[in-house]
């Protein structure tokens, strides 16, 4: 079993920053990629960031490319996600997942697997 602990998710205006953070414990393939998604009401989940276990491979979904930064403490267990320039496309539920796959394809990265634990983060932007 795995357990996550979720801070930073709240509410905040259009143009505003948001740090997540996800602090894990439990049973988790340290040697895979790490990561979020998200999933608006109505939408399907979507794939925002992933990270490898070294830190040395990351990957962005387009929307949040050049605006959202992952990292992670290792010794802290901990998984965190920088949103700069938040805009009303970014409300959502964020989770953070572990056991992360990923594979490509013709439109680039996607997770072709992963866990997920907990009831996640919401983030709320204003326009």
């Known amino acids: 079993q795995v357990q996550l602990v979720y801070s930073g998710g709240g509410s905040v205006q259009a143009g505003g920053s948001l740090k997540l953070s996800c602090t894990y414990s439990?049973?988790?393939?340290?040697?895979?990629?790490m990561g979020w998604v998200r999933q608006a009401p109505g939408s399907e989940r979507e794939a925002v960031a992933a990270?490898?276990?070294?830190?040395?491979?990351?990957y962005y979904a387009d929307a949040v490319k050049g605006r959202f930064t992952i990292s992670q403490d290792v010794a802290k267990n901990t998984l965190y996600l920088q949103m700069d320039s938040l805009n009303s496309e970014d409300t959502a539920m964020y989770y953070c997942?572990?056991?992360?796959?990923?594979?490509?394809?013709?439109?680039?990265?996607?997770?072709?697997?992963?866990?997920?634990w907990g009831q996640g983060t919401q983030v709320t932007v204003s326009s």
């Open positions: 990270i490898s276990a070294d830190g040395g491979t990351i």
């Open positions: 997942v572990t056991d992360v796959v990923v594979h490509f394809n013709g439109g680039g990265w996607y997770m072709a697997d992963f866990n997920s």
């Open positions: 439990g049973n988790i393939q340290t040697n895979y990629y």
